[in-house]
């Protein structure tokens, strides 16, 4: 057995070391696996990662502002603004000012955003909603 930057070798294999390190790589295999699958369906909308999980909120909370937007998917809300300025021009989202805050913008889902979420992420709608309980 040969052990090579804290793994050890074992026939040929690479041996994780430690359960936290098992752990670890386990799920990281798990998400790529998961990721690989919804990109596979995400490419068929034409749509870009960062659009699809926009429209998947937009989809799921219609109304929502573009701050709160932009929080969901971890970007500033200048890049969020950016990108629903793209989703409004390819007819995905429309934009309005928000009836309870004047200063504010909110979007909501146009007919073809929610078509697309039923043909593709309807069974991966958890990508975007965790349990409650979670």
């Known amino acids: 057995m040969e ?15 430690s359960d936290h390190a098992l752990i670890g790589t386990t799920i990281h295999r798990v998400a790529q696996h998961i990721q690989q699958r919804i990109d596979g369906k995400r490419r068929e909308t034409g749509l870009t990662r960062q659009s699809w999980m926009a429209a998947a909120h937009v989809d799921e909370c219609p109304g929502l502002a573009i701050g709160d ?16 300025d793209r989703m409004v021009r390819g007819g995905l989202v429309e934009r309005s000012l928000s009836p309870n805050d004047r200063r504010s913008q909110i979007v909501v889902p146009t007919r073809k955003t929610q078509k697309k979420s039923c043909e593709t992420y309807g069974p991966w709608t958890f990508v975007v909603s965790p349990p409650a309980d979670f």
């Open 3 to 17: 052990l090579r930057d804290g793994q050890q070798i074992l026939g040929g294999q690479m041996m994780i070391a």
């Open 69 to 84: 937007l932009a929080a969901r998917l971890e970007v500033g809300s200048a890049t969020a603004g950016q990108l629903v």
